[in-house]
């Protein structure tokens, strides 16, 4: 049972609606690095304000963690594209397991990260009362710094947890034979989304956690 | 169908070409280099976004109209960065206004 | 042409019945009609917060002391901004009109367009419970540190509303982005647009790539104002100008947002009543596009005075007089579609008047303050409000009435009482130059801003101001009346009661089905094609 294209009723043909779909995920995504820009953008005055004091968090934070996080995420990026190209030849099984497979990595990702939290929360590193930093002289701009660390980091893991939220659905769907070769778009969508997620971490990665280290 | 069927080779490629990116980060990070730490960091984090966009994202393959719209996000983005750092750049130009010096 | 039987045919309004129907829907005129409602309560609720300001300032020594007026300000701006002009017209007018004027079925998320509004809903519901919990006295522009260290008041609720209310807006700019790409009929190419379509593509930009970065200011604001880490706190090391630059990057081109469906509109209203075509159809609509990215390189106008650097502030001031061309552009094309044209006087021609006219003065005063020599002096004066009053209520409203009235009865198959609409403009007219051009003076003469009381030697003009806004109020009231009493009890409309060209009223019937055509559109013509009737 092959599933057909589900043509809304205002759309003219599959075309229309398929190029609709494409367009509007990517505004939603243009709207997402303007979302994140913000915080970039904080960060990078902070950061070229107060260089030393940014240059001297890099030693606790996890690199070991965030270079594992970034290979893990650059690893669901292989599998989502690969579960897209399984939707597009309409190799149903290989989709649902390329799916799984990207879920499990962006679990592992927020597992993770969790620990990281928990790392920071007790080194006395969450901005807040309990915060405490080791080298005074630089106390009140790494506040600002790890401010920024939980914010970017923290917007960027809902993000990850809605993208899980969506993959469980394409699960779903795809094991409810709702896909075939010609019709598709929900998982082509879903990647641009999911790749989206992944590019962010590629750049706070080095920004958050690779400032510094020579010293 | 939206775009031509992609080799699995290329996805596999580009994935090599991305974790090596990272490795190198990672070293590149515990070169002393001064002010050009930050440029190889973030030129590298460039050379692994468009990879990702170009190919997994299939915008090699996309209309003119979807380049333009990934090309005008990024470029928005350019407009916030530069002009807010053109302020704080700008500032220690007169002899008052530097807020984070005395 | 029978009048009588189009009414009680079957049309978007008489489709279905009962609260599911309205509550459920997905057809972009329902949801218009959703948001006309909500966006109106909203209005009055901005008012109410007006009058008791302009209440308090009859007199130098205030009537509600310092705090309680510090909150009448905030909200009023708050509610007028982000709850009723932002989404005004786009949401009302826009939603309702777009697909009809592309020849479309409906918009191409019609469900996005629905969560749009109940997102706006949900935000307009938080910011109304931090009124009723006490207010917000941070201004509506929640400057740091005061908002997110020394305010005791309900900031973080407040600006909770303001940020789900923006995802309200991004959802329906990228709905029309896509719409006006994607779902033209056949024939229909971009410069056979009516202009008006060009206007919400324009402010759909703004809508999409601004609001985010408000939606992340605030998001920062209230996590600072839980944790007190010191990002905007110069205290603590932050510094409060990047709270202002992240601000004013969305807030500067919200107010195109606000302005260029209004001038959409205005196009439409100056081509039907000169029955002429808009002169220099493409530079109009390509100034459209030219206001929403220049209006993205000029927000530093608001920092000024702030500490931002002279060299920015240079840059900055530059680019302000340069998207002040766009703008004139388009204030001279419709003084020369005007020309030699037939003008008629209807009440939608009226608030055109209104808006050109007006506009121009809000619009030349932005100039003044985007000098900088001049600034310094009328900054965070009656003169800056006098300008954005200027603009938006002696623009934008006028426009978004004027839009009401022209579209009235394609939108309820009723005509309004036109002796009532005129007499209603004309006491508008009346009290909001009475209103805010003493406020010019004021401004010029000293008289700061987002003050309880102020000097003796203000008194007058703020007495006259005051009156002014009596008779603004009951101007606002009477359409009220009879808009509602028309949709009701007006006489049936004829298909085309303007004899406008374009695709809403001369393939559309009078109210639209809810799929807006009998038979699919195909466009051979240019757009205002007023000429082919001479």
Known sequence: MIAQPELKHHFDDAGQQLESSTLGMWIFLATEIMFFGGMFCSYTIYRSAFPEAFASTSHFMNVTAGALNTGVLICSSLTMALAVRAAQIGQKKALIWLLILTLTLGCVFLGIKGMEYHEKWVEHHVPGPSFHYEEAQYAQNAEILFFLYFAMTGVHAVHMIVGVGLLITLIIMASRNRFSAAWYTPVDMIGLYWHFVDIVWIFLFPLLYLIGHTK | ?102 | MSTTLLAVQKNYLNADYGWKSWLFTTDHKRIALLYLFSITAFFFVGGAFAVGMRLNLLSPNGLFGHDTYNKLFTMHGIIMVFFFLVPSIPATLGNFLIPIMIGARDLAFPRINLLSWYIYIGGGILALSAIVRGGVDTGWTFYAPFSSTYSNTHVILAALGVFIAGFSSILTGLNFIVTIHTMRCPGMTWFRLPLFVWGHYATAIIQVLGTPVLAITIFLLGLERLLRAGIFDPSLGGDPVLFQHLFWFYSHPAVYIMILPGMAVINELIACFSRKAIFGYSFVAFSSVAIAVLGFLVWGHHLFVAGQSMYASMVFSFISFLVAVPSAIKVFNWTATMYQGSISYDTPMLYAFGFIGLFTIGGLTGLFLATMAIDVHVTDTYFVIAHFHYVMVGGMVMAYLGGIHFWFPKITGRLYPEAWAKFAALIIFVGFNLTFFPQFILGYLGMPRRYATYADEFHTLNVMSTAGASILGIGYLIPMIYLTWAWRHGPISPQNPWHAKGLEWEQAPTPPPTFNFIEPPVVTEPAYNYAEES
């Open chain 2, 1 to 102: 169908m939206s775009h031509p069927v992609v080799a699995i080779k290329v996805y596999v490629g580009v994935f090599l070409a991305l974790i090596t990116l990272t490795v190198t980060t990672v070293a590149v990070s515990k070169i002393e280099l001064g002010e050009y730490n930050f440029i190889v960091a973030m030129t590298i984090a460039v050379i692994k976004g468009s990879l990702v966009v170009w190919f997994f994202m299939h915008v090699k393959q996309a209309s003119s109209m979807t380049k333009l719209f990934v090309a005008a996000g990024f470029f928005w983005l350019g407009i916030m960065l530069v002009f807010v750092l053109s302020d704080y750049v700008s500032r220690g130009w007169l002899p008052r206004g530097v807020w984070w010096h005395s």
